[in-house]
């Protein structure tokens, strides 16, 4: 299934974990195997005295009553208990005294490539923007958005929209939400208007919060003109956003497209943040909230065109990734640690490991506004040089990269602050493992390989550095808790390195607690495949295909649905299809993802075009209309989706009932038939298609 699918299944080196003093730790939380195991025993056994523990490291305005209520598929967590996320991020570490210690370091994008720092009139300074908050920054900046979004409206329970480039504001807005009791849905700030817009229309959300722009690879992206866009989209659709809210970042726009706070797009008033936040008050308590009370959505993709609302509630969540941040990283406080997770808060692992789960435990997020390339290929290891960051996690495909930039760029830089690294997103092939072990670790630091998903919360699977020998390509055990398995259809745990399919057989209190506004899809999609085998309880499926090795540890085979990951990001293969037929010269797409060895896997899409289309516009189906696809794609969902290639297709091959054969697309693409360079002959895959009908 991946491409080195070879090396994984004949990866057999073992790496110990090391004494936590060997690596300037002061000590490891856990520090054996036979300790993890008695562990993991126990929080199976004994869920309520296991999670009880764990919740009580945060703070509660009422404990709870019962610590899990579960009728499958519906967890209730912490029953009863009352508490605030903001409040345990923030506030709790300045009531105990901590006010004035470090919460994020910011670094922004633009800077001089080092070598030019005599270039006269460069247009960014030699050195970059470092930003620091503390808690009580955190404290006060929080609070006054939360006054000026309440003053918007904005009540408990109310979803506010989040598109915001990596800039420290974006971690005040979340908080801000969660202070108030609002839910927050952040967009990925890559994604396109109408992924914009589809988002806020399904969350029922009335309010935005954006930027003018973003830095990204010395280009502004234009937040601000996408969602302006998104309004017309959504005003189409008879959905009125009341608020938008931008924060001026790069103060690009020229003056015939700025507005002052008060004008209106439509229906839509817009603010500046800077106005908002003058007036607001910074005296704005945490809002108690229920365990169970939402504290964001995100959406995924799924294998309909249609992305899902990921819910996940407060108490739970805040539970689980409180614990799997502080053990998978070994997080702790006071102990002059800075963790740097180099994913985009737009996703969930920036949501549970950049802000959440590290602001909890009171260790210092370093926050990064740019791209790795930016000025050069070595920006990475010269912010981890000047920061002197401690812990750092990253996705394979960034360490693909990294790896085919060379190994002289990490030598050039001090990196001996390192401690841990981690990883994230897709299977690790052993090779990026091994080179990531070596050039950035210099063979001393522990690799925590963490497999979970968007709807897990946080991690399910991974090594803790200090008990968990590793494997290069594997994510070893189960996080303490998780009662993780690899199964048949049937539900039954299936003889070691045997495929199977990747199960959670009890809740966790991390898990989603549905897909917003569809309960029937949350059923089908996690629940409705696999049950235990003799009480017929459903399991919670990952949609991941696994096997477990002799050892039980799990080497993850990646997807088994119509999603696939595209540098670590899941794209539904109907969103990118849905897109491609949007186009007028379209007749029918089918996507499928074929191996790539920076990017994990690359998305082929066959494309059918219109005869009458191509004649219509005297275009042939050649390389500029190639480009022009791969554009829309881009435009209608977001650059993450361009195609890699584009197929076309007289025909897309179809079984009797109709159905389009992707296993068919799938081998061709993946097969020694080589990519047709000949730009004008269609595939014809009658024949083919003839061959396979019987067997689809
Ligand atoms: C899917 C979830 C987890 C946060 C970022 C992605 C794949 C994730 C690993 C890993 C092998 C992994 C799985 C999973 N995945 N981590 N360490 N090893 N595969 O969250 O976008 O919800 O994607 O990412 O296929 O199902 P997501």
Redesign the pocket.
Known sequence: MSQNFDSVLNENRVFKPVPATALGFNRWHIDSLEEYKALHAFSINDPAGFWGAEAARLSWFRKWDTVLEWTAPDARWFVGGKLNACYNCVDRHVQAGHGEQTAIVWEGEPVAPRTSHAVAGSKYASEPEIRRLTYRDLQTQTSRLASALKSLGVKKGDVVTIYMPMVPELAIAILACARIGAAHSVIFGGFAPTAISERAIDAESRIIITADGGYRRGDIVPLQKNVEDALALLTNHGHIINHVLVLQRTGHEPPSKRFSTGDTRGSTVMHWWHDAVAQASDACPCVEMDSEDMLFLLY??GSTGKPKG?LHTTGGYLAFVQMTARLAFNLMPDAGQLFWCS?DIG???GH?YVLYGILMNRVPTLMYEGAPNFPQNDRFWDIIERHRVTQFYT??TAIRTFMKWGDDLPAKHDMSSLKLLG??????NPEAWIWYQQHIGKGRCPIV????????GG?I??PLPGAIPTKPGS?TLPMLGVDAAVVNEQGEVIPANSGGL?VIRKPWPGMLRGIYGNRERFISNYWGRIKDPKTKEPYYF???GARRDEDGYFW????VDD?I?VS???LGTMEVESALVSHPGVAEAAVVGVPHDVKGFAICAFVSLKTHWLKAHSRNPDDSLRQELKEHVAKEVGALARPEHIRFAEALPKTRSGKIMRRLLRDVANGVEKITQDTTTLEDFSVVARLRNDDE
Not at 423 to 428: F, K, S, W
């Open positions: 995924t993709s990921i994913a996703w969930v692992t549970s996705a394979p990883t994230v997103g897709e299977p690790i390989d963490t497999y979970w998903q968007t709807e897990t991690h699977a991974t994510c990747f990952s949609a991941d993850i085979m990646g997807r999603v990951k670590g990001h899941l």
